[in-house]
């Protein structure tokens, strides 16, 4: 499996000759300018909320590759009526698509469009791969419902906010892990703008600390696992 970071919150992952993106916001994010969306491929793109530095570019991409968008309910519906391809989920469910088994699992954080519609109640994703498993848990606060994911799929990856102000902080995140019974840590939702800065060599001491490791990768940076 491949991770690629691209900044914020979005990240790309491919696995079983499909590629798909998490949260595109690049366009607008001062960071990741070197990044050309035009170059990124999606056969899937998820979303785990409606907030505008979640889905900017949404449209763009999907567009260009004609990737089905996959989302809660209102947020695919969105979408779909907009004659993009859609597959809508809702909290608990899961379904097999072509690269694994996804499930849309519980987040605390809210949800609306750029607009200030409605845009569903947020969430997270848990991909079970051919040989990984990877959690995403989009823009959340800790909370007990992360203990439950253990219980049902064995993580080989999570991918945390660590930002705070608007989702958990660092401190947390190391909780969380312990409630996911994940000791590797892909860091995101930081240092974008001024809210969400942090210092990351203190970050990483912590999870060390912690006995955990915590990556943070550079803008366009890729690991695989």
């Not at 990124?40 to 979303?47: E, P, S, T």
């Not at 968008?69 to 004659?83: D, L, Q, R, T």
């Not at 906010?161 to 995140?173: C, E, K, L």
């Amino acid at each position: 499996m491949k991770i690629t970071f691209y900044g914020h919150a979005c990240i790309g992952i491919e696995l079983s000759g499909k590629s798909i993106l998490i949260d595109p916001f690049i366009s607008a994010n001062p960071k990741a300018s070197h990044i050309d969306i035009n170059s990124i491929q999606a056969d899937y793109i998820l979303i785990t909320h409606a907030h505008q530095d979640h889905i900017l570019d949404v449209e763009a991409i999907a567009k260009r590759t004609n990737a089905v968008i996959v989302s809660n309910y209102e947020i695919a519906v969105h979408f779909g009526n907009k004659g993009f391809a859609y597959h809508p989920m809702n909290h608990g469910g899961s379904w097999n698509f072509d690269f694994g088994k996804l499930k849309y699992v519980n987040a605390i954080h809210t949800s609306s469009f750029p607009d200030g519609t409605y845009g569903g109640q947020p969430g997270g994703f848990v991909i079970e791969g051919e040989h990984k498993n990877i959690y995403i848990a989009g823009d959340t606060a800790l909370h007990q419902d992360m203990k439950l994911i253990p219980l049902r799929t064995q993580l080989d990856l999570a991918v945390l906010p660590i930002g705070s102000n608007f989702t958990m902080d660092v401190d947390d995140a190391i909780i969380a892990s312990d409630f996911l019974q994940c000791e590797k840590i892909l860091g995101y939702h930081y240092d974008t703008f001024g809210y969400i800065e942090i210092d990351k060599s203190n970050a990483k001491k912590k999870f060390f600390d912690a006995e955990k490791d915590l990556m943070l990768l550079e803008i366009g940076e890729s690991i695989f696992i």
